[in-house]
């Protein structure tokens, strides 16, 4: 979606929310990653954190503001 955003030149910024009621992250991301260590697939979490900095990045390099909007308890590493 935030490609997407890029390319509109409409858009004058990007507003991220939550689908939960509670929390803006569940960290059903942190259990996924103890689960694959243990069972060893090491690259399965190295392509996680690829694909998790590579969009931090784009957040960060956005053409405009990106804001989240957050009510509740915020967790997470973006």
Known sequence: ALDEASKDE???AVITTSTSEKAFCAGGDIR???DAAAAGEHERNH????EEYAMDLAYHTHRVPTV????GVAMGGG
């Open 47 to 50: 392509e996680f954190f690829s």
């Open 10 to 12: 409409g858009v004058e």
């Open 68 to 71: 989240a909007v957050i009510h």
């Open 32 to 34: 996924a990653l103890r």
